[in-house]
């Protein structure tokens, strides 16, 4: 089922006497298209004839609809999926891993209502922190949107849902295995070194003279987390939204990605639906492939004729236009 249908039920709007009632497929269209240009709400350049405070509107429903729809996308992995999971990391290296946790900055603008200090991170730009844990298919476990800029990611990790319940033992609950090195355990995650290493929490041993063994382990754990930072790189390649800086209410922001992340999870189906209701903008990589909303789609699956560029594959992956 596409998006559009399945929130449709949840945009039914009340008949009006003094306008014209919006359809559920133009206001589904138009959150997409913001969240995938970047658009604002000023701009006036898009062709949906949606007056300003329609398009505010439009995005909170949507926005709650997509939440109300998938609810159980971004979940900790159960059943055949653990399954499927833990033989994942297995083949990496790291028997009963279960996931790959790291954050990335979103850039806003000034905070009105706020103490400047509060968003302005170490870069010396206002952001807001995304703390998300992946495996190693993309798929999005956990989200933690919303501490400000200049929180350490060490006490955002801290104050996130996500260490409350693994130090509450709610999320790794399988049969204890015992590692190389006599450790026994229910489950980890894979994190850099910033976060602080516990029973459930793996980072790299790093320094300069180590041993062999350290520096294997070292290189299949960086090798493996390399799952969260392409997750980053898909999504805010597709949703470009949260590439640049841009204005935003930081009330409903962590709201906002939510849907965002777990986008990499049904990824063909947003962009089938994006070509279909966005006159679908792409750029040729001239390897027989479109490069749409930030992938790289063959030919023979679009579900239109979209129009060709000139430029080539390598001056336009990740360009910010």
């Known amino acids: 089922m596409e998006i559009r249908e399945a929130c449709a ?48 509107i439009a995005v909170r429903d949507v926005t709650s609809a997509l939440l109300r729809v998938y609810a159980d996308k971004i979940s900790w992995p159960t059943g ?14 790291f028997p009963n891993g279960q996931g790959a946790v790291d954050y990335t900055h979103i850039y806003v603008d000034k905070a009105a209502n706020a103490p400047d200090d509060n968003y302005f991170n170490r870069k010396h730009r206002f952001s807001v922190i995304a703390q998300v844990v992946v495996d190693l ?12 800029g200049s929180c350490h990611d060490i006490r955002v990790f801290q104050l996130s849902s996500l260490s409350r319940c693994a130090e509450e033992g709610m999320l790794f609950r399988g049969p204890p295995v015992t590692l190389p090195g006599g450790v026994r355990t229910n489950g980890y995650i894979l994190g850099d070194n910033g976060y602080p290493p516990s029973e459930w929490v793996v980072v790299s041993y790093g320094g300069i003279d180590q041993h062999p ?7 299949n754990q960086k090798v493996a987390r390399g799952a969260v930072e392409r997750s980053f790189g898909r999504l805010k390649g597709m949703w470009r939204l949260f590439l640049r800086m841009h204005r935003t209410n930081l009330d409903t922001l962590p709201q906002q990605f939510r849907p965002s ?44 004729r979209l129009p060709r560029t000139r430029h080539s594959c390598s001056s336009t992956l990740w360009r910010s236009e």
């Open 261 to 304: 992340a777990f986008s990499t999870t049904f990824s063909w189906m947003l962009v089938s639906s994006l070509t279909r209701i966005c006159c679908g903008r792409s750029t040729r990589t001239g390897c027989g492939a479109d490069w749409i909303w930030g992938f790289i789609v063959p030919r023979s699956q679009l579900p239109c």
């Open 9 to 56: 039920p949840h945009l039914q709007r009340e008949v009006m006497f003094y306008r014209e009632l919006l359809q559920p497929e133009l206001i589904v269209a138009y959150a997409l298209y913001r969240w995938a240009t970047g658009e604002t709400y000023d701009n006036s350049t898009s062709s949906f004839s949606v007056d300003r405070a329609s398009r505010l």
């Open 137 to 148: 298919d993309l798929r999005v476990l956990d989200a933690c949107v919303g501490y400000q």
């Open 80 to 93: 055949v999926w653990k399954h499927v999971v833990l033989r994942a990391f297995l083949e990496k290296g």
């Open 213 to 219: 063994d350290e520096e294997r382990l070292d290189t």
